[in-house]
């Protein structure tokens, strides 16, 4: 699978990104694709995740009732629309492929490029 990021750039607080993952190909065992960051200095942290179909989703606490994940199956792309954006969203986000299961979230050994996200205070 190849996945690629877009939609960053730089926002103030309290304003608004989207971003947007193209996946092409296939990992027939995947039933979930995430949304991770990772900011300089910090480890990897996943953001929310979704399932194939859409029924599930995870958020990490810092992010909910801001960013809402979806996905468009028919254009083979997961969108991550972030809200009231706060300077500690900046990072780097990056998209993957994995699966879903028993409310957690395991990934594939699979990412995009990534796209810088800036949240000026």
């Known amino acids: 699978v190849q996945l690629v990021e877009s939609g960053g750039g730089l926002a103030q607080a309290g304003g608004s990104l989207r971003l947007s993952c193209a996946a092409s190909?296939?990992?027939?065992?995947?039933?979930?694709m995430g949304w991770y960051r990772q900011a300089p200095g910090k480890q990897r942290q996943l953001v929310a995740a979704?399932?194939?179909?859409?029924?599930?989703?995870y958020y990490v606490d810092s992010v909910k009732g801001r960013f809402t994940i979806s996905r468009d199956n028919a254009k083979n792309t997961m969108y991550l629309q972030m809200n009231s954006l706060k300077p500690e969203d900046t990072a780097v986000y990056y998209c993957?492929?994995?699966?879903?299961?028993?409310?957690?979230?395991?990934?594939?050994?699979?990412w995009g490029q990534g796209t810088q996200v800036t949240v000026s205070s």
């Open positions: 993957n492929v994995g699966t879903y299961s028993g409310g957690s979230y395991y990934p594939y050994d699979c």
């Open positions: 190909g296939s990992t027939a065992s995947a039933n979930a």
């Open positions: 979704i399932t194939s179909g859409g029924g599930s989703s």
